[in-house]
């Protein structure tokens, strides 16, 4: 226990205000994950609502929880969302998109015949690279956004305070970790196939499903409608660039 507790960087945080952390088994607030006895005794907090262990994965190596989240387990999930801080939302959203391009990029590439080396061309596809980045990145916001507007509209006490949006965001970026399952697609570029790619975006949505149910503790259900409009509109932002002349 200690020398997992201490590789996860949990020690300095020992102690917390009043609901600064989560039960990951009942979504109960609790005010510490563990105490500390000295002389390297620690007992994991037990919560005071389902009488279980607050959080046993400050316990398990990282791989172990990655493997969870993977598998969509609610309690991993809870784990990384409440009980750890994790500052990456920014960057893994943007190495997702840069994959994300890359791979319409290429599609984009397959579908032409012109092979002039000429650096007019060669600046052009560039182009088209920067283009799909901000294809992308405007799906991917109109996506976010119809899921924000849902939520807020079916259940608007779930998102009084701007805390509320905030952590939202983050659990939604988060959740769009499948995405670097594009990465295989990227490194060996014709060596993947459309199935593959829906099964990602599945997966991706299956992820996005789980973050808003961990994150404002509803059931399974309003997070699929959330994501149903979510993609109604990503969809309408798809078919305005496509009248435009714009190959997504």
């Given at each position: 226990?200690?020398?997992?507790?201490t590789?996860?960087?949990?020690l300095?945080?020992?102690?917390?205000?009043l609901?600064?952390?989560?039960?990951?088994?009942?979504?109960?607030?609790?005010?510490?994950l563990?105490?500390?006895y000295?002389?390297?005794?620690?007992?994991?907090?037990?919560c005071?609502?389902c009488?279980?262990?607050?959080?046993?994965?400050?316990?398990?190596?990282?791989v172990i929880?990655?493997?969870?989240?993977?598998?969509?387990?609610?309690?991993?999930?809870?784990?990384?969302?409440?009980?750890?801080?994790?500052?990456?939302?920014?960057?893994?959203?943007?190495?997702?998109?840069?994959?994300?391009?890359?791979?319409?990029?290429?599609?984009?590439?397959?579908?032409?015949?012109n092979?002039d080396?000429?650096?007019?061309?060669?600046?052009?596809?560039?182009w088209?690279?920067?283009?799909?980045?901000?294809?992308?990145?405007?799906?991917?916001?109109?996506?976010?956004?119809?899921i924000?507007?849902?939520?807020?509209?079916?259940?608007?006490?779930?998102?009084k305070?701007?805390?509320?949006?905030?952590?939202?965001l983050?659990?939604?970026?988060?959740?769009?970790?499948?995405?670097l399952?594009l990465?295989?697609a990227?490194?060996w570029?014709?060596?993947?196939?459309?199935?593959?790619?829906?099964?990602?975006?599945?997966?991706?949505l299956?992820?996005?499903?789980?973050?808003?149910?961990?994150t404002?503790?509803?059931?399974r259900?309003?997070?699929?409608?959330a994501?149903?409009f979510?993609?109604?509109?990503?969809?309408?932002?798809?078919?305005l660039?496509?009248?435009?002349?714009?190959?997504?």
């Amino acid at each position: 226990g200690v020398e997992a507790l201490t590789g996860l960087g949990v020690l300095p945080r020992a102690m917390a205000a009043l609901g600064a952390y989560r039960c990951i088994e009942c979504n109960g607030e609790a005010t510490e994950l563990y105490r500390d006895y000295q002389r390297g005794v620690l007992r994991i907090s037990i919560c005071k609502s389902c009488q279980k262990p607050v959080d046993k994965y400050i316990e398990y190596d990282p791989v172990i929880i990655l493997i969870n989240a993977v598998l969509c387990k609610a309690q991993a999930y809870r784990h990384i969302l409440f009980n750890t801080k994790i500052n990456i939302h920014g960057k893994l959203c943007v190495f997702c998109l840069l994959c994300e391009a890359y791979i319409r990029w290429l599609q984009l590439q397959d579908s032409s015949q012109n092979t002039d080396p000429d650096d007019l061309i060669r600046y052009a596809k560039e182009w088209d690279f920067y283009r799909m980045f901000g294809i992308a990145s405007l799906e991917q916001t109109s996506f976010f956004i119809g899921i924000f507007i849902t939520l807020w509209w079916m259940t608007p006490e779930m998102l009084k305070r701007k805390s509320d949006f905030i952590l939202l965001l983050k659990a939604l970026l988060l959740s769009t970790y499948g995405k670097l399952l594009l990465i295989p697609a990227v490194i060996w570029e014709h060596d993947y196939t459309p199935l593959c790619l829906a099964f990602i975006k599945v997966f991706v949505l299956i992820s996005n499903s789980q973050a808003i149910r961990v994150t404002l503790n509803l059931n399974r259900i309003l997070p699929w409608f959330a994501i149903f409009f979510g993609l109604i509109l990503e969809n309408g932002v798809v078919c305005l660039f496509q009248k435009m002349g714009w190959d997504v």
